[in-house]
């Protein structure tokens, strides 16, 4: 595939595109087309017309069958004979030009076969059952999911349900989807016989979905291309001016790309690493975003260096060369061979400065890497080349080793969409996505999920409608709420309710990024609308059960819910009834003279705990003089010690005595359950240890909030209280209160 393409927005000028490989000469698709006509070749040779395809593939698959592309081709020939093209060619170059692109992407040969005959089922008298009686189940397969795909209209109104297709397509088999990208670039390449509206519909629709697919599918050849095409019928003004640039880069004396290439050839000369290193010019588009970015360009910034190595560890020998022996732009370096993007990426890129201030950016890659970054998901061959038992999954439907998780989701959740305009609008927000992360479960698992996703999305992800019963999540071991933006990386465990009628929080709707979140939020809030007082019934009767059980506990019932399932404001962590201690220099914090015994500096009436904090033994501590030669302690990370010191309020030593009684502030997490206070209360005495206060939030999606104020005997025994709480059928996190900052 030549990286020239014509301007559709000016036919006949020529896009001085920059090659990604060494470029072949351009092919007359004319000649090959007048070629056709004159019929087929004899049996025992190749098609003259079809010649520059079998040199293509033989690159890839020096030892490939040709004789499938020559029946292919005769074929192909034989049924658009008469037909013609918008352009005037005879219409066999559109086929012969499709599978040329593809053939030097690297395709394998049953693609390509497919790829010649792709329109000969929509436009011909051929059927799939003779395509499957002559070239077998795949190739038909595959002519069978283009077909489909072209019998759908491409106007406005029925985009939506064409891309269902379409997707639905790609998801049975990446392949169909790579004849698509490469059906749709020659037909950019030739869009200048089209009316100018025509042109810019066509454009539109490959810039907001096919261009996503092809990065998506890692097809960057095909990507950079179509950007480019689609830039210059959108915008054929800032098009002008950036070809403009680019010539008038071209035709200045010295080139600094070059230069800092044969320095970079030089120095992993000297440290024997065999390596290409190539200078690889920016497209048009590339060109444009990095104008915008930066004002002036220089030299450096028309192009990158591409350097090629053999083995992955050849990567980071490199790397290191550069570093050691140039000036490193730190900043720049990323590493995507540790961690490849989701559409199978691998690079490693950096940058180097000059001593004129230009900055170089270089990607090092093996060679196979670079044939998958080019051509992505084409470059893997045929997906489906295993033993016969790996040849379907055990529900019969076909095995997919090369489908990314992103496409997986978008599988699952366009059944899901309730009508095509929530499937379009959600597809586009979703390819819109540019990155992706990879979260951990507990279990070893992971799940793929666009950049910015939270644990609604998470929940949603791994166990789709279900997930209405979510009630909490733990990111890396810690407590978090549903709303929480998760990172490449974490590890996510879901807390699940166990009450199958369980229902999602409005809230969520807030939260969910992903369209398998989004749409099985938005399909049960449509069939459940809210109770007049906004209190889900559920939540409401729960409530009221647990009323009074916590009154006969001595407990507090405060209205304080949480829907995110995260810590709610007030009733974690709050400020809990303080009472003052005895008087004397040494004073025990708490009631009746019960607590962690501290020892002050100086007279002072009475001395207590804070119970914003409730600090207890062996916690650092600070005290401060307040109102009536109280002095109130507290942990010394406490956001009152600040407040204190800010409003100038006189700091007293302070030290723990010796009594290792104390008073804590624990909160508790659980399910709701019938008798969960009972029991939780029964643990906390069998301790030993005496309940001071204890509020209970209403439960909410099933979850309930505890704080408990307690009273120790022995600081010593609050790990062993701790874990006892945990071992509470329904209780999933026991915790110490920590300081809130004020107003929180």
């Given at each position: 595939m030549s990286a020239d393409a014509t301007n559709p927005a000016a036919p006949g000028a020529v896009v001085p595109a920059a090659p990604r490989r060494r470029a072949r000469p351009r092919l007359d698709l004319r000649r090959l087309g007048r070629a056709a006509l004159l019929g087929p070749a004899a049996r025992d040779r190749l098609p003259d017309a079809i010649g520059h395809v079998a040199e293509a593939h033989r690159a890839h698959f020096p030892d490939a069958d040709l004789e499938p592309l020559r029946r292919a081709y005769v074929l192909a020939e034989s049924s658009h004979r008469g037909q013609m093209r918008k352009s005037g060619e005879p219409y066999i170059t559109h086929p012969l030009a499709v599978t040329l692109i593809l053939a030097e992407l690297g395709a394998e040969t049953t693609t390509l076969t497919a790829s010649l005959l792709h329109d000969t089922v929509?436009?011909?008298?051929?059927?799939?059952?003779?395509?499957?009686?002559?070239?077998?189940?795949?190739?038909?397969?595959?002519?069978?999911?283009?077909t489909k795909l072209e019998k759908v209209d491409y106007g406005?109104?029925?985009?939506?349900?064409?891309?269902?297709?379409?997707?639905?397509?790609?998801?049975?088999?990446?392949?169909?989807?790579?004849?698509?990208?490469?059906d749709r670039l020659h037909n950019m390449r030739t869009l200048g016989v089209m009316?100018?509206?025509?042109?810019?519909?066509?454009?539109?629709?490959?810039?907001?979905?096919?261009?996503?697919?092809?990065?998506?599918?890692?097809?960057q050849a095909l990507k950079t291309e179509l950007e480019d095409l689609v830039f210059a019928i959108l915008h054929p003004e800032e098009y002008r001016h950036t070809r403009e640039l680019i010539a008038e880069n071209a035709s200045r004396p010295g080139d600094p790309l070059t230069e800092v290439a044969e320095q970079v050839r030089g120095v992993l000369r000297e440290a024997d690493i065999?390596?290409?290193?190539?200078?690889?010019?920016?497209?048009?588009v590339s060109v444009h975003r990095v104008s915008r970015k930066r004002g002036r360009l220089r030299g450096a910034d028309f192009g990158r260096l591409l350097v090629l190595v053999t083995e992955d560890a050849d990567c980071y020998g490199v790397l290191g060369e550069l570093h050691t022996c140039m000036t490193p732009v730190v900043s720049e370096f990323k590493d995507f061979i540790a961690v490849p993007k989701f559409n199978l990426y691998q690079s490693l890129h950096t940058a180097v400065a000059r001593e004129d201030g230009q900055v170089v950016e270089v990607l090092i890659r093996t060679h196979q890497m670079h044939k998958v970054a080019e051509a992505g998901v084409v470059a893997l061959g045929n997906p489906y080349a295993a033993p016969a038992e790996e040849q379907s999954a055990g529900d019969g439907e076909r095995v997919d080793p090369t489908r990314p998780g992103w496409l997986s989701r978008l599988l699952d959740w366009q059944e899901a969409a309730p009508d095509p305009d929530t499937f379009w609008s959600t597809l586009r927000e979703d390819l819109a996505q540019d990155r992706e992360i990879t979260v951990f479960r507990p279990d070893g698992g992971t799940l793929g999920l666009p950049d910015g996703a939270t644990c609604v999305d998470a929940a949603y992800a791994q166990y789709g409608e279900d997930a209405h019963a979510c009630i909490g999540a733990r990111v890396n071991g810690r407590l978090a709420r549903l709303s929480t933006v998760l990172k490449d990386g974490d590890t996510v465990q879901l807390l699940m309710g166990q009450d199958p009628a369980s229902e999602p929080s409005r809230e969520w709707l807030e939260h969910a990024h992903t369209p398998a979140a989004r749409i099985a939020i938005q399909r049960w809030l449509a069939t459940h609308p809210a109770p007049a007082d906004d209190e889900p019934e559920e939540e409401r009767d729960l409530r009221e059960a647990a009323a009074p059980e916590a009154a006969a506990s001595g407990a507090l019932a405060e209205p304080t819910t949480d829907a995110l399932g995260g810590p709610a404001t007030g009733a974690l962590g709050g400020p809990a009834a303080e009472a003052p201690a005895g008087p004397g220099a040494e004073a025990l914090g708490g009631r009746s003279g019960a607590a962690g015994a501290v020892v002050v500096d100086g007279p002072h009436?009475?001395?207590?705990?804070?119970?914003?904090?409730t600090p207890v033994p062996p916690d650092r501590v600070a005290a401060f003089a307040v109102r009536g030669g109280v002095v109130t302690v507290h942990r010394v990370e406490c956001p009152g010690v600040a407040r204190m010191k800010g409003t100038g309020r006189a700091e007293v030593g302070v030290r723990w005595g010796d009594t290792t009684a104390c008073r804590v502030t624990l909160l508790a997490e659980s399910f709701g359950r019938p008798h969960l206070l009972a029991d939780l209360t029964e643990a906390i005495a069998l301790e030993g240890v005496e309940i001071v206060s204890a509020t209970v939030?209403?439960?909410?999606?099933?979850?309930?909030?505890?704080?408990?104020?307690?009273?120790?005997?022995?600081?010593?025994?609050?790990?062993?209280?701790?874990?006892?709480m945990r071992s509470v059928p329904g209780v999933y996190d026991v915790s110490r209160a920590q300081p809130q900052p004020p107003g929180a």
């Open positions: 929509e436009d011909t008298d051929v059927t799939l059952d003779q395509v499957g009686e002559e070239f077998g189940a795949e190739v038909r397969y595959l002519v069978d999911g283009v406005a109104a029925a985009e939506p349900e064409t891309f269902r297709k379409m997707l639905v397509a790609t998801g049975s088999d990446v392949r169909v989807m790579s004849i698509k990208l490469a009316r100018p509206e025509k042109q810019a519909r066509i454009a539109k629709v490959t810039r907001d979905v096919l261009i996503p697919l092809a990065e998506r599918l890692g097809v065999a390596a290409e290193v190539l200078v690889r010019p920016r497209h048009f009436s009475a001395v207590r705990l804070a119970g914003c904090c939030a209403p439960p909410a999606q099933q979850r309930v909030h505890h704080t408990y104020t307690l009273h120790l005997p022995d600081a010593a025994r609050l790990p062993a209280l701790m874990r006892a």
